[in-house]
């Protein structure tokens, strides 16, 4: 079946350290995301990439890093410079053509400690 | 700046009554809107999109959303709630960089 899958779904790390979040997709999507998400906020773009080998800074970056070696995956690294880093965080994936709709993995919970 | 409003943060409707869940955009050009919904720790499922090719959407779950340019608005209905449909929906837009932007999210309740 096509789809996102992230892991791990939960993650727990002490503070300090840095941790890297999966996210794989089957879609043949050129684009992929991350976003954050914290009670009553929505969700807030972190980074995105629209090919291979190329990524943006999105609303929130400060704290994360990307790569985007190969079109399926889009890894996330949370650094000790991100100052909160506790969060639910999603990844997505869209092609690039008008009126697309993101498709979302299931989502990394992460809680420092 | 593109941006979307979710108007109101929780939402408790009785079992069988009309939900409704307003969003308004801001955009001098037309945007493109959707709605999506999110169960508890799970990621978000598209439940419809605005194409322009009508103003009345219909989506996913018995769910429909109109877009309406002169309110600026994409307001979220379902003539008759069950209680599967408790969650959190999120109104979001996009414009030709393809990149989403959403409102703060709205809970629903359903009450039996």
């Known amino acids: 079946d096509g789809g996102i899958t992230q892991s791990p779904k939960y993650l727990f790390r002490k503070e300090g350290q840095n941790v890297t979040l999966s996210c794989e997709q089957n879609?043949?999507?050129?684009?992929m995301y991350w976003y954050r998400q914290d009670p009553g906020q929505g969700l807030r773009l972190i980074y995105y990439?629209?090919?291979?080998?190329?990524?943006q800074k999105g609303d929130i970056a400060e704290g994360y890093s990307v790569s985007r070696e190969k079109k399926e995956s889009f890894p996330l690294t949370v650094t000790s410079a991100q100052k909160n880093p506790t969060a639910f965080y999603l990844c997505?994936?869209?092609?690039?053509?008008?009126?697309?709709?993101?498709?979302f993995g299931q989502g990394t919970r992460l809680t420092v400690v | 700046a593109q941006s979307v409003t979710q108007l109101g943060s929780h939402v408790s409707v009785s079992e069988g009554a009309l939900v409704l869940l307003r969003c308004n955009y801001s955009?001098?050009?037309?945007?493109?809107l959707f709605w999506y919904v999110q169960y508890p720790n799970q990621g978000l499922q598209l439940l419809l999109k605005?194409?322009?090719?009508?103003?009345l959407v219909k989506g996913i779950n018995g769910f429909e959303a109109e877009f309406k340019k002169s309110e600026t608005s994409f307001h979220l209905t379902k003539p008759s709630a069950h209680m599967s449909d408790a969650a959190e929906y999120f109104c979001?837009?996009?414009?030709?960089?393809?990149?989403?932007?959403f409102g703060a999210g709205t809970t629903v309740t359903v009450r039996a």
């Open positions: 997505a994936s869209s092609t690039q053509t008008e009126n697309t709709e993101a498709f």
């Open positions: 879609l043949n999507h050129d684009a």
């Open positions: 990439s629209q090919i291979v080998n190329d990524f």
């Open positions: 955009s001098s050009v037309p945007p493109y």
């Open positions: 605005y194409t322009s090719a009508a103003t």
């Open positions: 979001a837009v996009t414009f030709n960089d393809y990149k989403l932007s």
